[in-house]
Protein backbone atom coordinates (compact mmCIF):
# COMPACT_ATOMS: atom_id res chain seq x y z
CA UNK A 1 0.00 0.00 0.00
CA UNK A 2 1.07 3.60 -1.31
CA UNK A 3 1.88 5.80 1.89
CA UNK A 4 3.33 8.96 2.31
CA UNK A 5 4.36 10.49 5.94
CA UNK A 6 5.31 14.39 6.33
CA UNK A 7 7.05 15.61 9.34
CA UNK A 8 8.89 18.51 10.24
CA UNK A 9 6.74 21.45 10.27
CA UNK A 10 6.87 23.48 12.68
CA UNK A 11 6.46 27.52 13.82
CA UNK A 12 9.23 29.95 12.83
CA UNK A 13 10.21 33.61 12.71
CA UNK A 14 10.35 35.07 9.64
CA UNK A 15 13.58 34.62 8.05
CA UNK A 16 13.66 31.27 10.01
CA UNK A 17 14.64 27.69 7.95
CA UNK A 18 12.77 24.44 8.16
CA UNK A 19 13.35 21.27 6.62
CA UNK A 20 10.79 19.20 5.82
CA UNK A 21 10.90 15.14 5.08
CA UNK A 22 8.51 12.88 3.35
CA UNK A 23 8.90 9.00 4.37
CA UNK A 24 7.50 7.09 1.13
CA UNK A 25 6.83 3.18 1.59
CA UNK A 26 5.16 1.04 -0.71
CA UNK A 27 7.03 1.95 -3.61
CA UNK A 28 10.39 2.92 -4.10
CA UNK A 29 11.26 6.68 -4.25
CA UNK A 30 14.11 6.26 -7.25
CA UNK A 31 12.97 7.16 -10.34
CA UNK A 32 9.04 8.10 -9.69
CA UNK A 33 7.96 11.75 -9.99
CA UNK A 34 7.36 13.52 -6.69
CA UNK A 35 6.51 16.59 -5.66
CA UNK A 36 5.75 19.27 -2.61
CA UNK A 37 2.96 21.05 -2.46
CA UNK A 38 0.93 23.42 0.15
CA UNK A 39 -2.44 24.89 0.90
CA UNK A 40 -2.73 28.20 3.04
CA UNK A 41 -5.51 28.45 5.10
CA UNK A 42 -8.95 29.27 3.21
CA UNK A 43 -6.76 28.51 0.02
CA UNK A 44 -6.47 26.20 -3.04
CA UNK A 45 -3.71 23.78 -2.92
CA UNK A 46 -0.69 24.62 -5.42
CA UNK A 47 2.82 23.20 -6.20
CA UNK A 48 5.61 24.36 -4.60
CA UNK A 49 8.94 22.25 -5.70
CA UNK A 50 8.89 18.91 -8.08
CA UNK A 51 11.38 16.30 -9.18
CA UNK A 52 10.05 14.47 -12.31
CA UNK A 53 10.81 10.89 -13.24
CA UNK A 54 14.47 10.26 -12.96
CA UNK A 55 15.08 13.72 -11.50
CA UNK A 56 14.99 14.82 -15.53
CA UNK A 57 13.24 17.78 -14.40
CA UNK A 58 12.36 20.24 -11.92
CA UNK A 59 9.46 22.32 -11.40
CA UNK A 60 9.22 25.07 -9.19
CA UNK A 61 7.27 28.16 -8.34
CA UNK A 62 8.54 31.26 -9.04
CA UNK A 63 7.75 32.60 -5.52
CA UNK A 64 9.97 29.80 -3.86
CA UNK A 65 12.98 29.72 -6.44
CA UNK A 66 16.20 29.94 -4.25
CA UNK A 67 14.89 29.99 -1.16
CA UNK A 68 13.47 26.23 -1.30
CA UNK A 69 15.26 23.03 -2.27
CA UNK A 70 13.81 19.65 -2.97
CA UNK A 71 15.92 16.68 -2.91
CA UNK A 72 15.16 12.59 -2.43
CA UNK A 73 17.78 10.08 -0.60
CA UNK A 74 17.05 6.79 -2.19
CA UNK A 75 18.68 4.75 0.49
CA UNK A 76 16.33 6.24 3.07
CA UNK A 77 13.02 6.56 0.52
CA UNK A 78 12.42 9.77 1.80
CA UNK A 79 11.95 13.19 0.45
CA UNK A 80 13.15 16.21 1.72
CA UNK A 81 11.98 20.45 1.15
CA UNK A 82 14.44 23.16 2.64
CA UNK A 83 13.01 25.92 3.42
CA UNK A 84 15.15 29.06 4.19
CA UNK A 85 14.39 32.40 4.28
CA UNK A 86 10.83 31.84 5.18
CA UNK A 87 8.37 34.65 4.80
CA UNK A 88 4.80 34.79 6.30
CA UNK A 89 2.75 34.02 3.18
CA UNK A 90 4.72 30.56 3.26
CA UNK A 91 2.65 30.16 5.67
CA UNK A 92 0.51 26.16 4.98
CA UNK A 93 -0.16 23.01 5.50
CA UNK A 94 2.75 21.17 3.44
CA UNK A 95 1.95 18.11 1.49
CA UNK A 96 3.67 15.34 -0.32
CA UNK A 97 2.50 13.95 -3.01
CA UNK A 98 3.24 11.54 -6.38
CA UNK A 99 1.60 9.72 -9.07
CA UNK A 100 1.12 6.16 -8.72
CA UNK A 101 1.82 5.98 -12.45
CA UNK A 102 5.18 7.28 -11.82
CA UNK A 103 5.25 10.07 -14.12
CA UNK A 104 3.38 13.31 -13.35
CA UNK A 105 3.48 14.06 -17.21
CA UNK A 106 4.37 17.74 -18.81
CA UNK A 107 2.89 19.73 -15.98
CA UNK A 108 3.67 19.18 -12.33
CA UNK A 109 0.04 19.95 -10.33
CA UNK A 110 -2.10 18.76 -7.66
CA UNK A 111 -4.82 17.03 -10.12
CA UNK A 112 -1.82 14.86 -11.86
CA UNK A 113 -1.37 12.78 -8.10
CA UNK A 114 -3.13 10.55 -6.56
CA UNK A 115 -0.93 9.79 -3.42
CA UNK A 116 -1.10 12.12 -1.31
CA UNK A 117 0.31 12.76 3.17
CA UNK A 118 -1.89 13.84 5.29
CA UNK A 119 0.43 17.28 5.47
CA UNK A 120 2.80 18.86 8.17
CA UNK A 121 2.25 22.69 8.89
CA UNK A 122 4.49 25.35 8.85
CA UNK A 123 3.47 28.61 10.55
CA UNK A 124 5.89 32.14 9.67
CA UNK A 125 5.23 34.61 12.57
CA UNK A 126 6.68 37.06 14.12
Known amino acids: QFQLVESGGDLVQPGGSLNLSCSVS????????IGWFRQAPGGEREVVLC????????YSQASVKDRFTISRDNAKNTLYLQMNNLQIGDTATYYC???????????????????WGKGTLVTVSS
Open 97 to 115: AAPSTGDYGLLCRPGAMDI
Open 26 to 33: GFSLDGHA
Open 51 to 58: LGSRDRST
